[in-house]
Nanobody, 126 residues
Framework: QVQLVESGGGLVQAGGSLRLSCAAS????????MGWFRQAPGEERMFVAA????????YYHDSVKGRFAISRDNAKNTVYLQMNRLKPEDTAVYYC???????????????????WGQGTQVTVSS
């Protein structure tokens, strides 16, 4: 059972930056693809970014390409989401997710992930 704990959320003005972290309890973290999703009030949870356990494959939702960057440090069992040039529409609860897979596996749909964190709130003021 993988436990995921997100941190780094907060309140930021439009145009600012935040870096989210997701720490995993699993000592075999390097076997897991990792993803970030977000859910705004009244909306469905949506895909933001994902990275294979090798780090060699990365996908982004079109709305965050060029502004967000996902990365991972397998030695620290942690995945990051660097968010730059934030917009009010980025306001949401951000969740990290984990799923075991081969080195190039990058799941991008909610149902593909077995493990989820509790989420961290990101609020971008205009």
């Amino acid at each position: 059972q993988v436990q995921l704990v997100e941190s780094g959320g907060g309140l930021v003005q439009a145009g600012g930056s935040l870096r989210l972290s997701c720490a995993a309890s699993e000592h075999t973290f390097s076997n897991y693809a990792m993803g970030w999703f977000r859910q705004a009030p009244g909306e469905e949870r949506m895909f933001v970014a994902a990275i294979s356990w090798s780090g060699g494959n990365i996908y982004y939702h079109d709305s965050v390409k060029g502004r967000f960057a996902i990365s991972r440090d397998n030695a620290k069992n942690t995945v990051y989401l660097q968010m730059n040039r934030l917009k009010p529409e980025d306001t949401a609860v951000y969740y990290c997710a984990a799923e075991v897979g081969d080195s190039d596996y990058v799941p991008v749909l909610i149902y593909m992930y077995s493990y989820w964190g509790q989420g961290t709130q990101v609020t971008v003021s205009s």
